[in-house]
């Protein structure tokens, strides 16, 4: 098995966090103790067929002791059996034993399955993970990868959750129908409302109050199928004994709502980047405690009652700081830094008696909220504020702000310790309140090949082992994107339930063999430097780098800046060892249709970055008036980006299949030209007047070739015909962006066109890098 390691030491672990705080998750546990072992069994036999049906399930809870969730697995003359304390801990043990024994591989890219007539001989004992918990996704997934999601893929993801034994996943679908009927109630027009609700693709910002009302209007349709998506998402995870975490009031209300209430105590914050203000209420007064109420109970009333409920006020907003009894009527207060009595960004000083009084104050009002409603819920919120605006939360704000919380009563989502280390030390582990450490990995479902398989071994271990967590209740990863770098939440979910785990080299054997079918030494040595190279980056620095987002500079507005650009992370030598070798060996897996997908993956990434080095040499050609060399670079990249965009037909996803999955997903013609805009405008503009535009970049057929070569086309004719004299990058930048506003519009057809030889076709590529 892969789960290897002294049990003893998890087991000290998980009793020195004390029987309170596992007995504090009974809600979830109940569920999977009572719950049938038919709801594990179905998954079993959806993704591995009817040959699942002979392994034996038993659901065995653990007694109250504060011991952490478990698996063990037997096989005996060949019958495999899983025992385990629920579902999902049956789910991923019998996933376990398939996966080690070569059997099977569950990925977004797809699965691999081979059942043995007969299993060989195992006992694995228990395994035991040290989290109580492990959660999943972060609120963006929702607008950048599921906005088009019908049911068979959402029932998938479930399926994905449990065989990674994944039990507390956000689930946030359907909240619009929940948000429409709080504002009806509250007195909005229907007009008012078609300019409030951004589009699908935007509708976690929205939420998170950072815009309001962009490619407005949201269809009815749209929300009335999220809300029947909703109740199928909330059923199957309940089925299989998941704690899911739902919606909550965390105090954005519309700007009509606001106008409606001039004496209320409302704050304009700042809109995210480009964006108009928003309006938050302030929790401490008597309306929000009304609202937030209001919206449980109806939450409560289309979906069943839940435990945990995200709620975040603050969410790369700096939280007003007003004088102490300050008067909000007559007029908005204004956080957006415009007038006295507040504290953006921690720019204006303020006495910090005064600043932890009030933060006090809003913990304090926010938690009220869910008691006087839902006594026994969970208040959960995200702790990346914490680490994005590290001179405003200092430790002692945030002290401050979970001072007045019941410490069962909070439980806070440390998602970005790969970006943001060692916050859960900064706040002193979030004074007794439980919490659960995590990486976000992905952002904006950007994919760059990357990840940090090392570190994570590393750093998890010395998490477990660490006496100062306190109330440490779980483990998650919390990608904003989807379907990208599956080796990393393999890994990860691994080490979920095996903190030490095995050796990297066992690891990637046992890895290879069951997503390939077989492994071979040459196929480990080129996993190695694969890994080496490309998956020991714990940050993709590129993607924000100078305040320009976009994964690679190919996929950024261009700038002529971009000869100031310091390299790509990782080991690019390694990678393209790692690739070559790939290619050399791909002939002996020709019946892996996984292993090409890795590949072609790796290639692109490696290109990918040849492009930006070409991109800084034609650009360094042509400022120094040398049009022959510039021109000679430019070919090169255009042929590497065209063959680039023919090779990635591999994957499924496109931007032809990401278009029509948002047509698809209309039931008028209206509805299907407004969800395609949106998914045109979030993987290239995004949206605003800011530095938003290519946060979404993806590495996709038909990117390539036809939004990212065009518009650095333009720009370096620009550039070219200004040479070495006096370049107006702001006027030309300007045409660009307006072609980028017509590209969205423009309502062009894109059909996927797959390889008929995708390695030959990287074969092919690789020679034109070794010409490059």
Not at 624 to 645: H, M, N, Q, V
């Amino acid at each position: 098995m892969i789960v290897h390691g002294s049990l003893s030491r998890r087991q000290a672990l998980a009793r020195s966090l004390g029987a309170w705080l596992f007995a504090s998750s009974s809600p979830a546990l109940a569920a999977g103790r009572h719950a049938d072992t038919a709801a594990a069994r179905a998954v079993l036999t959806r993704l591995f067929g009817p040959g699942a049906q002979g392994i034996a399930l038993a659901l065995a809870p653990s007694a109250e002791d504060g011991r952490g969730p478990w698996y063990s697995v037997e096989s005996r003359g060949g019958a495999l059996s899983v025992r385990g304390d629920a579902p999902v801990a049956l789910v991923r043990g019998a996933y376990a034993a398939l996966r080690d024994a070569g059997a099977a591989h569950v990925s977004w890219d797809g699965d691999r399955v081979a059942l043995p007539a007969r299993f060989g001989d195992v006992a694995t004992g228990r395994v035991e993970s040290p989290f109580r918990h492990r959660a999943y996704l972060n609120t963006c997934t929702f607008g950048y990868t599921t906005p088009w999601w019908g049911w068979a893929r959402w029932a998938r993801e479930i399926d994905w959750m449990a065989v990674h034994g994944i039990d507390m996943p956000l689930a946030m679908e359907g909240q619009e129908h929940v948000w429409r009927t709080l504002w009806r109630e509250a007195g909005l027009t229907e007009l008012e409302l078609a300019g409030y609700f951004s589009g699908p693709a935007f509708t976690p910002w929205q939420r998170m109050g950072n815009l309001e009302g962009y490619l407005a209007p949201l269809p009815a349709a749209w929300i009335d199928k999220k809300r029947d998506l909703q109740r199928k998402i909330l059923a199957r995870m309940r089925e299989l004994g998941m704690s899911p975490i739902l919606p909550a009031f965390a105090g954005y209300v519309p700007r009509a709502f606001a106008s409606k209430h001039p004496r209320a105590r409302i704050y304009r914050m700042r809109g995210g980047p480009g964006f108009h203000e928003t309006y938050w209420l302030d929790p401490t007064d008597p309306l929000f405690a009304r609202l937030a109420s209001r919206f449980l109970a109806l939450y409560t009333e289309a979906y069943g009652e839940g435990t945990y409920y995200l709620a975040d006020s603050f969410n790369e907003m700096t939280p007003p700081i007003a004088e102490d009894g300050a008067d909000a009527g007559g007029a908005f207060n204004d956080a957006t830094g415009k007038t006295a009595g507040t504290a953006p960004s921690g720019k204006a000083e303020v006495d910090p008696a005064l600043k932890a009084r009030r933060l006090a104050a809003y913990g304090q009002a926010i938690h009220d909220a869910f008691r006087q409603t839902r006594p026994d819920a969970v208040w959960v919120m995200q702790g990346w504020l914490f680490g994005a605006d590290q001179k405003f939360w200092t430790p002692e704000a945030i002290a401050a702000y979970l001072s007045r919380i019941p410490d069962d009563k909070l439980m806070i989502l440390d998602i970005g310790n790969d970006r943001y280390p060692d916050i859960w030390r900064r706040a002193q582990a979030f004074a007794g309140k439980r919490w659960i450490y995590g990486y976000v990995h992905n952002y904006g479902a950007s994919n760059p090949v990357y990840g940090d398989l090392d570190y994570y071994r590393r750093d998890l271990a010395a998490l477990t082992a660490s006496p100062d967590t306190k109330a440490l209740a779980g483990f998650g990863m919390f990608p904003e994107g989807l379907n990208n770098n599956s080796i990393v939440y393999e890994a990860a979910y691994d080490l979920a339930w095996n903190a030490g785990g095995a050796s990297r080299a066992a690891w990637l054997s046992t890895y290879a063999r069951s997503r390939y079918g077989f492994t071979t030494p040459a196929l480990e040595a080129a996993l190695g430097q694969l890994v080496d190279g490309a998956y020991s980056t714990r940050y993709w620095t590129p993607r924000w780098w100078h305040d320009r987002a976009g994964a690679y500079l190919f996929f950024k507005r261009p700038t002529a800046t971009i000869t100031g650009f310091e390299g790509h992370p990782g080991d690019r030598a390694e990678l393209a060892a790692a690739v070559r070798d790939m290619a050399r060996i791909a002939p002996d897996f020709a019946g892996a249709p996984l292993f090409v997908i890795d590949l072609v993956d790796a290639t692109r990434h490696l290109a990918s970055e040849a492009i930006d080095l070409a991109l800084i040499q034609v650009v360094a050609a042509y400022r120094r008036g040398d049009p022959a060399a510039g021109d000679l670079g430019r070919r090169k990249i255009e042929d590497l980006a065209l063959a680039l965009d023919a090779l990635l037909g591999v994957r499924s996803e496109t931007l032809a299949t990401w278009i029509e999955a948002a047509r698809a997903y209309g039931d008028t013609p209206e509805d299907s030209r407004a969800y395609v805009l949106n998914a045109k405008a979030q993987v290239t503009v995004w949206g605003g007047r800011g530095n938003l535009a290519d946060y979404a970049s993806k590495a996709w057929q038909g990117l390539y070739r036809d939004f990212y070569l065009p518009r650095w086309w333009q720009f370096l004719d620009a550039l070219r015909a200004a040479g070495a004299g006096s370049f107006d990058e702001a006027g030309v930048v300007a045409q660009i962006i307006a072609w980028e506003q017509s590209w969205v519009a423009r309502d062009t057809s894109y059909a996927r066109e797959i390889p008929a030889n995708p390695v030959a076709s990287v074969r092919a590529l690789l020679a034109r890098l070794d010409q490059a």
